[in-house]
Protein backbone atom coordinates (compact mmCIF):
# COMPACT_ATOMS: atom_id res chain seq x y z
CA UNK A 1 0.00 0.00 0.00
CA UNK A 2 2.89 2.48 0.70
CA UNK A 3 4.15 1.99 -2.75
CA UNK A 4 0.73 2.44 -4.46
CA UNK A 5 0.67 6.25 -2.62
CA UNK A 6 4.24 6.89 -3.15
CA UNK A 7 3.20 6.08 -6.89
CA UNK A 8 0.46 8.23 -6.60
CA UNK A 9 2.31 10.53 -5.28
CA UNK A 10 4.82 11.23 -7.72
CA UNK A 11 2.09 10.85 -10.83
CA UNK A 12 0.54 13.71 -9.11
CA UNK A 13 3.86 15.86 -8.41
CA UNK A 14 5.04 14.89 -12.71
CA UNK A 15 1.75 16.07 -14.11
CA UNK A 16 2.42 19.42 -11.78
CA UNK A 17 5.99 19.84 -12.97
CA UNK A 18 4.62 19.23 -16.70
CA UNK A 19 2.18 21.74 -16.70
CA UNK A 20 4.84 24.36 -16.84
CA UNK A 21 7.15 22.25 -19.45
CA UNK A 22 6.58 24.77 -22.06
CA UNK A 23 6.68 27.73 -20.48
CA UNK A 24 9.87 27.81 -18.65
CA UNK A 25 11.25 24.13 -20.14
CA UNK A 26 15.13 25.07 -18.23
CA UNK A 27 12.67 25.16 -14.89
CA UNK A 28 10.75 21.99 -15.92
CA UNK A 29 13.95 19.88 -16.32
CA UNK A 30 15.87 21.14 -13.13
CA UNK A 31 12.24 20.33 -10.91
CA UNK A 32 12.31 16.68 -12.88
CA UNK A 33 15.69 15.85 -11.90
CA UNK A 34 15.10 17.47 -8.03
CA UNK A 35 12.14 14.87 -7.89
CA UNK A 36 13.68 11.98 -9.03
CA UNK A 37 17.32 12.33 -7.18
CA UNK A 38 15.07 13.58 -3.82
CA UNK A 39 12.66 10.76 -4.34
CA UNK A 40 14.92 8.07 -5.53
CA UNK A 41 18.42 8.93 -3.73
CA UNK A 42 20.17 8.47 -7.18
CA UNK A 43 23.75 10.04 -7.76
CA UNK A 44 22.84 13.81 -8.36
CA UNK A 45 25.90 15.41 -9.67
CA UNK A 46 26.33 12.57 -12.65
CA UNK A 47 22.72 12.01 -13.18
CA UNK A 48 22.32 15.91 -14.01
CA UNK A 49 25.10 15.93 -16.52
CA UNK A 50 23.64 13.77 -18.80
CA UNK A 51 20.20 13.68 -17.97
CA UNK A 52 19.45 17.67 -18.03
CA UNK A 53 19.90 18.61 -21.57
CA UNK A 54 17.49 15.35 -22.23
CA UNK A 55 15.36 16.55 -20.33
CA UNK A 56 15.18 20.34 -21.12
CA UNK A 57 14.63 19.22 -24.80
CA UNK A 58 11.97 17.16 -24.36
CA UNK A 59 10.40 19.57 -22.13
CA UNK A 60 10.82 22.06 -25.24
CA UNK A 61 8.87 19.87 -27.40
CA UNK A 62 6.08 19.33 -24.46
CA UNK A 63 6.15 15.29 -24.79
CA UNK A 64 4.93 14.77 -21.25
CA UNK A 65 4.80 10.74 -22.04
CA UNK A 66 8.12 11.09 -23.50
CA UNK A 67 9.52 12.46 -20.16
CA UNK A 68 7.72 10.48 -17.75
CA UNK A 69 8.90 7.54 -19.91
CA UNK A 70 12.52 8.88 -19.08
CA UNK A 71 11.90 9.81 -15.80
CA UNK A 72 10.49 6.15 -14.94
CA UNK A 73 13.60 4.64 -17.13
CA UNK A 74 15.78 6.28 -15.08
CA UNK A 75 15.11 6.65 -11.30
CA UNK A 76 12.83 3.56 -11.11
CA UNK A 77 15.62 1.20 -12.76
Do not use: Q
Not at 13 to 38: D, F, M, V, Y
Not at 43 to 58: A, T
Amino acid sequence: MLIDIRHIAIEKSLNIILRSSKRSPERCARNLLELGTGVYKKNSNVMKEGLYPLFVDLCKKNDKEAIKELFYRTFLD
